[in-house]
């Protein structure tokens, strides 16, 4: 019996989306979790590849756009609760369902902790990640990892998606820190970009598009603005860290300052290397 959904937005996906699935297989034999794939603008085979899991259901729809590809999937989603995940990001059949049993035994927003792949990366993208790893300013929010989910109450918070690209700092900024649940359950895999271009691309769109989230927060979210004593607290511990601490502060802070001279556009940047397979 389905108890929850898990809705995929994908964009050319074609490299990922099979792998996303397979970590999903047991949810889909079980019929625990409905699965619904929202193809969006594809003008490669992530449909079709998509289409070989039996049990899942893929959307098509013609425009280029996460947004359209949330709302498209919220209209084909079951009652209870509901999982918003990047068709790059392994969640576990595990994971599926113990986020939607906290969140169908009462929590109201929540997502499983997140684990960076960095096995490929260049070491001052491994340095970066390192850092990000132990921030409890991110390890408890529901931005950065890929995947958030959603009670049917927590979902009642707003109507349907907005116009924004950062869309899980905007799920982040309408709960309060005491309302979201880490679940102890396996942690969603995140692959890292491979090298520091790659990371700095996708750090200047997730820069340029925060002040429309954060208005009135410097573009920042609670979480983000909580950094500073997240690595004031790990250099205290492990002195020993300096050099990771700089390399992170550092890459920050040269991917905020292209960031603000870059010029406004709704092109999407991506990070093509952490898709590649081999």
């Known amino acids: ?48 590849v998509a289409a070989q899991y039996e049990g899942v259901n893929v959307v098509d729809i013609r425009v280029a756009s996460k947004t359209a590809a949330l709302r498209e999937g919220d209209l084909h989603a079951a009652s209870g609760p509901r999982i918003y995940l990047d068709a790059d990001i392994v969640l576990t059949s595990r994971a599926a369902k113990d986020v939607v049993d906290a969140l169908s035994r009462g929590a109201i927003a929540a997502r499983p902790p997140h684990a960076f792949d960095s096995s490929r990366a260049t070491w001052i993208v491994r ?18 990892a890929g995947c958030y989910a959603l009670s049917e109450g927590g979902r009642a918070r707003f109507e349907e998606f907005p116009e924004l690209v950062s869309d899980d700092l905007f799920i982040d900024r309408l709960f309060l820190p005491g ?11 995140v692959t890292t970009p491979r090298k520091t271009a790659d990371l700095l691309r996708i750090l200047r769109r997730s820069y340029r598009t925060q002040p429309e989230v954060a208005p009135n927060g410097g573009g920042l979210s609670v979480g983000q603005r909580g950094q500073l004593g997240d690595l004031k607290a790990l250099l205290r511990r492990s002195p020993g860290r300096s050099g990771d601490v700089v390399v992170y502060v550092a890459i920050i802070a040269f991917g905020r300052l292209r960031a603000r001279f870059a010029r406004s556009s709704d092109r999407w940047e991506r990070d093509t290397s952490s898709r590649q397979l081999d």
Do not use: F, K
């Open 1 to 48: 019996m389905t108890s929850g959904t898990v809705i995929i937005a994908a964009h050319n996906e074609e490299a990922v989306i099979g792998r996303t699935l397979e970590a999903l297989r047991d949810a889909l034999v079980n019929q625990c979790i409905r699965i619904v794939v929202v193809s969006n603008g594809c003008t490669d085979h992530t449909a079709e």
């Open 127 to 144: 340095s970066w990640y390192r850092v990000r790893a132990e921030l409890p300013s991110i390890a408890t929010s529901l931005w950065g």
């Open 179 to 189: 309302e979201v649940t880490i679940v102890a359950t396996d942690p969603v895999i």
